[in-house]
């Protein structure tokens, strides 16, 4: 058995001389949930689609399963569940008319879950997809695609534009299968608020390039931010890399960092060990976390965890 069903290894597509994705490695332990971050742009789209097989990279490899995603068998296929961006569906079809659709593909095809997931979003089997709103297609999609029981699941921001109501249920589902499955779970997303709350571990791109590919407390541990108070002139500050983000007030200054991963925790980065200035540490969400490092436009880089297949 695979312990990383999900990896990529220098990972490359170029369009028209344009790197979208350029020389990414990453590797998702088996039975965990890890999300895709970057803004727009950042190329996660096109390393799901690299992943999947649906496009061929210009250098590198990705594998699923163990089998390189531009071979993938019919039987390694029919182990891997794919939600898209949108939710594509047949408008014309009845909600049972996907489900049945969809079962006939799938010898494993699980009714249990498929109802558990259908009852949940309130689903009404004799209505017309065309009919559903945006969330309760979403809840029809994940239902047919968590009942063929796959063994890695693939989500490309599959809550976007859902109510939260229809997110938590999405969350939900995604978090439980895991657990109960030792499904293997690959997402992207823009919500940040909610990948502290599913998510094992990131991978964060940004223009193309992996920033970090680590737990998401190793990624709290190491972007910290301390509040600098201050009388007349606010202090000087290192011009350092490791500085990501500056905030200045009337009297107070916010400094978030990225600490060294050898720092010990509580421990002061060296760039605020400020003569005359009390520094002190300020609690930091993973969201406000994320947005310093994805809005900083240096080249400070996680020591990124990586388990190769």
Not at 5 to 10: D, K, V
Not at 175 to 202: K, N
Not at 216 to 230: K, L
């Amino acid at each position: 058995m695979n312990d990383t069903p999900i990896s990529a290894h220098g990972l490359t597509r170029a369009f028209y001389g344009h790197l979208a994705v350029s020389n990414v490695s990453f590797a998702v332990p088996r039975g965990q949930v890890f999300a895709l971050l970057g803004r727009n742009g950042a190329g996660k789209t096109t390393t799901l689609r690299m992943l999947l097989g649906l496009l061929e990279p210009t250098a590198g490899e990705a594998r699923l399963l163990g089998q390189t995603s531009r071979d993938l068998s019919p039987e390694t296929r029919a182990r891997i569940g794919f939600m898209a961006e949108g939710c594509a569906l047949y408008d014309w079809m009845r909600v049972k008319e996907c489900i049945a659709f969809q079962r006939a593909f799938y010898p494993r095809f699980d009714d249990e879950t498929c109802r558990a997931v259908v009852d949940a979003f309130r689903l009404n089997e004799r209505q017309r997809v065309g009919e559903l709103s945006h969330g309760q297609r979403a809840g029809l999609n994940l239902a047919v695609v968590l009942a063929t029981e796959p063994e890695v699941l693939i989500l490309d921001d599959p809550a976007m534009g859902l109510d939260p109501v229809a997110r938590r249920l999405l969350l939900e589902a995604m978090v439980h299968f895991s657990q109960r499955d030792h499904t293997t779970i690959l997402y992207s997303t823009h919500l940040l608020a909610d990948v502290e709350r599913v998510a094992d571990g990131i991978i964060l791109l940004e223009r193309g390039a992996l920033r970090a590919c680590c737990t998401v407390d190793t990624f709290r541990q190491r972007v910290r931010r301390y509040a600098i108070p201050f009388e007349g002139e606010p202090p000087s500050l290192p011009d350092e890399a490791t500085i990501i983000a500056k905030k200045r007030f009337e009297q107070e200054m916010l400094v978030t960092v990225v600490t060294p991963a050898a720092t010990p925790e509580g421990e002061l980065p060296s760039v605020l060990a400020l003569p005359d200035h009390e520094v002190e540490p300020l609690p930091i969400s993973f969201e406000d976390a994320a947005i310093a490092y994805l809005g900083h436009r240096g080249e400070v880089r996680f020591v990124v965890e990586r388990n190769d297949a």
